[in-house]
């Protein structure tokens, strides 16, 4: 072979191996992404009326992956909640779900940073937190957000976990499996108070079925929380529900502190062309014998489809509490608190829910 094809050929080879090398990496996708939710309410706290223009949950994310086999990929995202409404009232960067992680088709994912406990995410399928605005009542009944009596502590059980790293298995036999553990930062000599979480959900695209559990260990004189929650779900042809049921407890070290409650939460969703029909109804019950402090919620929603971004609603939502209850809704970044116990806030709201 003459110098001239022996050069060639070594040309050809190395030309070869970094095709291969490229085709077993992809090259990395960032994506921006967000959501605008807004609306025109009159908020009653159960005294006072306003007319206020509000901001549900709307947030701005940048996410990305990059291939680095036929079945590993790398991750990552920030997102950052904020308020288009007002000044000063946006959140520190990566406020919401950001994480750095590691995804295997075959063996499922492991996430790191800020993330949504496996209790927080357990939705029937998508088909339990369907409400928008002042209407979403998972927060309100079924993670305690409701239950204000002093010394329940509940919530505590809103678990967007900071300092969280968490599993996430590929499906099998239509079931997931996740797990979470939220180190404890804040140790200190008395203090150790780490938070453990796992979910079983199973989804077969008709049915869904889940359930999930959430501990956080009493240390010292400290308030913990067990919960644990149940999903049912289904939908068919138009019509899609959900059943959802939670017991929380506050873990208190002295007995006279000690507060649980059971909650339950029925969601029914109607779709007719570009428009969607909901209505939930949720009830937490009383923290402790004679409490009093239990309280129901209700919500109606009718929403209308411009495109698949863009979507017009109007809801009217109301909590009823008993005698010492001070419940309030917690989507907005600023109803205003029920502040007489007993008081029943409502809300009708018109809004508009973009997504990008």
Same mark, same amino acid.
């Given at each position: 072979m003459t110098i001239t094809a022996q050069k060639t050929a070594m040309a050809l080879a190395t030309g070869l191996l970094l095709a291969t090398s490229a085709f077993a990496q992809t090259a990395p996708s960032v994506t921006l992404y967000g959501r605008l939710e807004l609306g025109i309410e009159s908020a009653n706290d159960g005294a006072l009326t306003k007319t206020m223009l509000q901001n549900f949950a709307s947030r701005?994310?940048?996410?990305?992956?990059?291939g680095i086999s036929s079945d590993l990929t790398a991750m990552f995202q920030v997102e950052t909640g904020i308020a288009p409404d007002e000044t000063g009232l946006s959140k520190t960067l990566a406020s919401r779900n950001s994480f750095v992680g590691l995804k295997s088709n075959s063996l499922g994912s492991v996430l790191v940073g800020t993330y949504d406990s496996p209790l927080k995410s357990l939705d029937a399928g998508g088909f339990a937190g369907t409400l928008y605005g002042e209407g979403e009542a998972m927060e309100v009944i079924i993670h305690g957000k409701g239950t204000k009596t002093a010394g329940s502590n509940f919530d505590n059980v809103h678990t967007r976990q900071t300092n969280n790293l968490v599993y996430i298995s590929p499906k099998f036999a239509d079931m997931v499996v996740k797990a979470s553990y939220s180190a404890d930062e804040a140790q200190s000599t008395t203090t150790n108070q780490p938070l453990y979480a796992a979910s079983l959900e199973w989804n077969n695209g008709t049915y869904n079925a889940g359930i999930a559990t959430q501990s956080k260990a009493v240390s010292d004189k400290t308030f913990a929380m067990t919960a644990t929650k149940f999903t049912l779900g289904a939908k068919m042809d138009n019509l899609s529900g959900a059943i959802v049921v939670s017991s929380l407890d506050n873990?208190?070290? =002295?007995?006279?502190? +000690?507060?649980?409650?059971?909650?339950? $939460?029925f969601v029914v969703n109607y779709v007719d062309g570009a428009m969607t029909y909901k209505f939930n109804y949720g009830m937490s019950g009383e923290s402790a014998s004679n409490a009093a402090d239990? =309280?129901?919620?209700? +919500?109606l929603e009718a929403a209308y489809a $411009?495109?698949?971004?863009?979507?017009?609603?109007?809801?009217?939502?109301?909590?009823?509490?008993n005698s010492k209850g001070k419940g309030t809704f917690t989507n907005a970044d600023n109803f205003p608190a029920t502040g007489v116990a007993g008081n029943d806030p409502s809300a009708i709201t018109l809004g508009m829910r973009y997504v990008f």
């Open positions: 701005f994310g940048i996410k990305g992956e990059r873990q208190a070290p =002295l007995a006279v502190n +000690a507060r649980k409650t059971t909650n339950t $939460l239990d =309280l129901t919620m209700l +919500a $411009l495109d698949k971004n863009t979507i017009l609603f109007g809801s009217y939502a109301q909590i009823a509490n």
